[in-house]
C-alpha cells in the first residue's frame, strides 16, 4: 500500500533541517501522529543556552499557551463524563463566580474568551497561588459586557449527536481515511486537505453558527485559573494537572507536565529569549501602555517577570496552566491525533469533539487587537493562517511553539523550538512547517 504520508513526512523534514541549520542557538523537536500513531518524530539541537548539551529524544521543553489546548480538553473531558452541556452558567458549580454582574456567564463563554476576563484587576498576586487568584476573579466584574451564550449546538444535543454521528461516519470514508476494523484506501494528506484527488469528497463539518459579532479578548494568564478552579468544582476538588495525570498523561505515556517533578528537571531545555525586536504593531504599541487591556492580560496575574523566570526550577515545578506546560512534541502531537480521530473513542465522543472545532467567536480581539478565532477552548485558523485547514484547531505559544489537530486526516502536529522567536503567535519560522501541509 503506498504510503499517504511520504511527501509530508518529507516536506516536514526538510523544513526542520533548514530551520536548524539557520538556527543561531537552541533546538527543537517536531511529531506527526495519526489517530495516536507515530507518523515522524524528530529532534535536534542544543537544549542549553551554552549550546554544550544536545537536544535528546526525551527532552522536555516549556511550551507557553500551546498548553492552554490541553487544558481546555480536560475541562471538555470532565463536561462531557458529568454530562453538562456548555451552555450551563458558571456561577452554577462556582456560586462565587456570580459576583459583580457575571451570575449569567455561561461555560462556552468562558472557554471561548468571552467572557470578559482576561485580565486580573487585583495586582501582587504570585502567579502560582491559585487559590487567591481565584477567588480575586470571582468576585471583579468583567472587563466589559460579556455578550449572549452560544447556543446553537447546545439545544437538542440528543438529537444532534445522532445526527452529527452519521455524519462524521459518512465523512471518515468519504475522505478515505480507514475508521476502525474499515478498508478503506487512505489518500496522502493532501487530497484529504483539498477534498480533492481521486474523486473523493470534502468531509463535511459540522454544523456552526459564526459569530462575527461575539466580543472577545484573549486571557493570556487568566484563562489557566479560570479553566482549572471550574474543572475543581465540577469534579469534586481535583486539579486540572492532576486530572490530565489521571485521565490522560498516564495511561497513554505522555510527557507533558503542568509542574514537572524535581527528577525530569535536568531533562528540561532551557528557554532562550528571542534576540530581536518585535516590528511595530498595534499590539505592540499597546503592550507598552500599563494602562491598557492588552498590557493587563500579559501581567496580570504575577506582574512583570522576565522569559529567563520560567528557567527557574520553582517555576518548572509550579502548575501554570496559562503557560508552563512542559512537555515533548510526541506527547503533544500524539494528543492531538486522538482529538482529530473522528470515530468514538474512549475519550471523547462526537458532541465534544464537534465543540472543539465549532467557531464560537471570530473577529477583533480585545486584547491581540487583530482577529482571532475560538472554538471550546482552542484557536482556529481563519485569515491568521496558523493552522492547515479551515476546520484544523489547536493552540500557538509565544516564541514559536504550536500544536493543532487536523480532523480531515485525523493528524496531530507539534513544533516545539526553546530558542523564541519575537511575538505571541507562531511567526514566520513555524509557518513553514503549515505550508509544508499543502505542498
Request: aromatic residues 10%; hydrophobic residues 40%; contains cysteine.
Amino acid at each position: 500500500m503506498t504510503d499517504p504520508f511520504q511527501k509530508l513526512r518529507e516536506q516536514l523534514i526538510t523544513v526542520f533541517q533548514k530551520t536548524l541549520k539557520e538556527e543561531l542557538f537552541g533546538g527543537a523537536s517536531l511529531a506527526l501522529y495519526h489517530r495516536g500513531e507515530k507518523i515522524l518524530s524528530l529532534y535536534g539541537g542544543w537544549k542549553d543556552a551554552a549550546s554544550t548539551q544536545p537536544w535528546e529524544a526525551d527532552t522536555i521543553t516549556l511550551i507557553w499557551s500551546a498548553g492552554k489546548g490541553v487544558a481546555a480538553a480536560c475541562l471538555l473531558h470532565a463536561l462531557q463524563e458529568k454530562q453538562i452541556s456548555l451552555n450551563r452558567r458558571v456561577a452554577e458549580f462556582w456560586p462565587e463566580f456570580a459576583q459583580a454582574g457575571k451570575e449569567k456567564i455561561t461555560i462556552d463563554q468562558l472557554l471561548s474568551h468571552r467572557a470578559g476576563l482576561a485580565a486580573l484587576d487585583q495586582k501582587g498576586l504570585s502567579l502560582t497561588d491559585h487559590e487567591a487568584i481565584v477567588q480575586a476573579l470571582a468576585a471583579q466584574p468583567p472587563n466589559w459586557s460579556n455578550d449572549r451564550p452560544f447556543s446553537k449546538l447546545a439545544a437538542g444535543d440528543e438529537r444532534q449527536e445522532a445526527d452529527g454521528a452519521q455524519r462524521l461516519s459518512v465523512s471518515l470514508h468519504t475522505c478515505g481515511v480507514a475508521a476502525a476494523g474499515s478498508t478503506a484506501v487512505r489518500q496522502p494528506v493532501r487530497a484529504r486537505l483539498a477534498g480533492a484527488s481521486t474523486g473523493a469528497t470534502q468531509p463535511v463539518a459540522p454544523a456552526v453558527e459564526f459569530r462575527e459579532s461575539s466580543s472577545h479578548g484573549y486571557g493570556a494568564r487568566t484563562f489557566g485559573f479560570l479553566i482549572d478552579e471550574l474543572l475543581r468544582r465540577i469534579t469534586g476538588a481535583t486539579s486540572l494537572s492532576n486530572y490530565w495525570r489521571t485521565q490522560f498523561a498516564d495511561p497513554l505515556e505522555l510527557n507533558l507536565w503542568f509542574g514537572i517533578p524535581e527528577s525530569l528537571l535536568s531533562k528540561t531545555a532551557d528557554v532562550i529569549p528571542a534576540k530581536t525586536a518585535p516590528p511595530p504593531s498595534d499590539f505592540g504599541t499597546a503592550y507598552a501602555d500599563p494602562s491598557s487591556l492588552t498590557r493587563r492580560a500579559f501581567m496580570e496575574p504575577g506582574g512583570n517577570f522576565s522569559t529567563l523566570a520560567m528557567n527557574q526550577p520553582a517555576l518548572r515545578q509550579a502548575s501554570i496552566i496559562s503557560s508552563g506546560a512542559i512537555s515533548t512534541a510526541d506527547a503533544l502531537a500524539k494528543f492531538y491525533s486522538l482529538l482529530a480521530t473522528q470515530d468514538d473513542t474512549r475519550y471523547f465522543n462526537s458532541t465534544t469533539r464537534r465543540w472543539m472545532e465549532t467557531p464560537m467567536t471570530s473577529g477583533q480581539d480585545r486584547v491581540f487587537l487583530k482577529e482571532t478565532i475560538f472554538s471550546a477552548g482552542f484557536m482556529m485558523s481563519g485569515n491568521l493562517n496558523i493552522f492547515p485547514s479551515s476546520r484544523s484547531f489547536g493552540h500557538p505559544g509565544a516564541g514559536g511553539a504550536t500544536a493543532f489537530a487536523i480532523p480531515e486526516a485525523e493528524l496531530g502536529f507539534a513544533f516545539l523550538p526553546n530558542a523564541m522567536h519575537h511575538g505571541v503567535f507562531s511567526g514566520s519560522r513555524t509557518q513553514r512547517f503549515i505550508e509544508a501541509f499543502a505542498e
